[in-house]
């Protein structure tokens, strides 16, 4: 005889007719366990007898009897108005974590990470990020002002996109982005950054890692070397392996990228990612000299290059000279930038200027990519920059952020001159503190970035931007993102972590 099927309810309750148990105990013991591992929280509205009756397909008076037990128990308050809620007084030494959720690492779990990929054993053992219950009092790397964008003006522009989006919008967008996106960013860049391109070259991605994983896919077969700066950004890394190819990194002096060093090191690569306007996280400036000689390379050797503006559009001082891009006379280059950085981070939209050689294989590629760039904010974002706020938005956070900066270097002055020194940067959102010469061979930025972490303080240390053994420690402190009240306190916190590191 084949056995009855088992019934669910609203709750997620799953009942069989064929146990020995009788319906309204499975009912109730489900209810009672729900509530004891917080699926249920304090206070929270159940379905109605009748709902769950009809749900179960069972006789309404079973759910009775199973909720009357219940609230004999006090798990459940019956309200006159309202129908049935759980007990908002059940004592916390009731309550359990879930079923299979254990509060803590069990010996299984670590047995079972001990059979992790190698490359997932390092990524645990190097990570130096955390998390925060709430937004850190100060400095995270990569994040701009939380109060200066007018999300009320965003939240008009996106209404107005979706209120009644075309179907190339909602229903068939083109696998390189809104249309109307890329139509701006092309007008924006011949303002702003001193080049044109076609709408049709540009790509809008998820972020600089899809960007330039795109590009190393189309320029570079597996396992073929790429120069990548070092010290540098890690996405970097991060998206030449999503590509299959092989991370290549060449030392950077006071000049920034050198041709002749990257070619004695690795002659056979094919591809450089720089960031010539403001390399990160040394922020030095890439000049002419060396800019011509990356671009005769990739012409006289058929190569390409990335030019990584993240945040070009911030110059304090000097006139910042022009991107590679816009000296490119042979398409090798590709630009790449992020909205991120300049608006909110949660936007996740990015773009590459690609070349005109690489456009029809792009198509065919991204045809084929499942994680696209979302669309839900690029027409607005359209709006955004056509309009003149994104211009309006640069300005204003300019004349933030260089008093920011400003006041970041006041407080390294004032808080922290016995273990750190840093200097102004003409560009960028961050600056690198390093430590003094008598403390650097002991000064350890990953333990100091773990202990200002547990005071509220998101540092980043420099050493994790190192690929080889030789690394230089020192902290990454990105003012941007915190208001000038919050930076001398934050830098008097991060003192007194730094007073109670070990000597």
């Known amino acids: 005889m084949p056995r009855p099927i088992r019934k669910t309810a609203p709750l997620g309750l799953v009942l069989d007719p064929a146990a020995a148990e009788p319906l309204h105990r499975q009912i109730g013991e489900q209810v009672r366990r729900a509530i004891l591992e ?60 879930p079923r299979g959720q254990p509060a803590g690492p069990t010996a299984s779990d670590r047995t079972a990470s001990l059979s992790l990929s190698r490359r997932a054993r390092t990524m645990l053992r190097d990570a ?17 002002d939380r109060e200066a964008f007018p999300f009320a003006l965003w939240a008009r522009l996106l209404e107005r996109e979706w209120r009644q989006p075309s179907w190339t919008v909602a229903g068939a967008p083109h696998p390189f982005g809104h249309a109307g996106l890329r139509a701006a960013i092309a007008a924006y860049l011949g303002t702003a950054r001193g080049f044109t391109c076609a709408p049709e070259s540009i790509v809008v991605t998820n972020g600089m890692r899809q960007s330039l994983s795109l590009l190393a896919w189309l320029v570079l077969d597996p396992d073929e070397a790429a120069w990548i700066e070092e010290p540098g950004y890690v996405g970097t890394r991060e998206a030449l392996a999503l590509a299959g190819v092989r991370a290549a990194p060449i030392p950077v002096d006071e000049q920034g990228f050198s041709v002749e060093r990257a070619i004695a090191a690795e002659p056979r690569a094919k591809l450089a990612v720089v960031a010539p306007a403001h390399q990160f996280p040394l922020g030095t400036m890439l000049g002419l000299q060396r800019r011509l000689e990356l671009l005769s390379w990739a012409e006289r050797h058929e190569g390409w290059i990335a030019e990584d503006d993240f945040d070009g559009e911030y110059r304090y001082t000097g006139r910042p000279l022009a991107p590679l891009r816009a000296l490119d006379r042979s398409g090798r280059v590709a630009y790449l930038a992020s909205f991120s950085k300049l608006l909110f981070p949660s936007l996740r939209l990015s773009y590459v200027v690609l070349p005109a050689a690489l456009v029809p294989a792009a198509e065919q590629r991204m045809a084929t990519v499942p994680a696209r760039a979302s669309l839900l904010g690029q027409g607005a ?109 934050a830098c008097a916190a991060l003192a007194r972590v730094l007073r109670a590191q070990p000597r």
Not at 38 to 53: C, D, E, I, K, N
């Open 381 to 489: 974002l359209a709006r955004f920059i056509a309009d003149g706020h994104l211009a309006t938005h640069l300005r204003r956070t300019r004349l933030l952020y260089v008093g920011r900066q400003e006041a970041l270097l006041a407080g390294i002055e004032r808080h922290l001159a016995r273990w750190l020194e840093s200097a102004p940067d003409s560009a960028g959102m961050h600056l690198v503190a390093r430590p003094l010469a008598a403390i650097e061979s002991r000064f350890d930025d990953r333990a100091v970035t773990v202990a200002a972490a547990q005071a509220g303080i998101a540092v980043s240390p420099l050493s994790a931007c190192y690929t080889g053994r030789r690394r230089r420690h020192g902290l990454i402190l990105s003012y941007a993102g915190t208001p000038e009240p919050e930076i001398d306190r």
């Open 38 to 97: 917080r699926r249920l929280a304090p206070g929270q509205r159940l379905p109605s007898s009748r709902l769950m009756a009809s749900e179960l397909d069972v006789a309404r008076g079973t759910v009775l009897l199973a909720m009357d037990q219940l609230i004999a128990e006090g798990y459940v308050v019956a309200h006159a108005a309202s129908g049935l809620s759980v007990a908002t007084d059940l004592p916390d030494d009731m309550l359990m974590a």
């Open 128 to 144: 130096t990020t955390f998390g925060f219950d709430e937004a850190p009092l100060a400095f995270p790397t990569g994040q701009p």
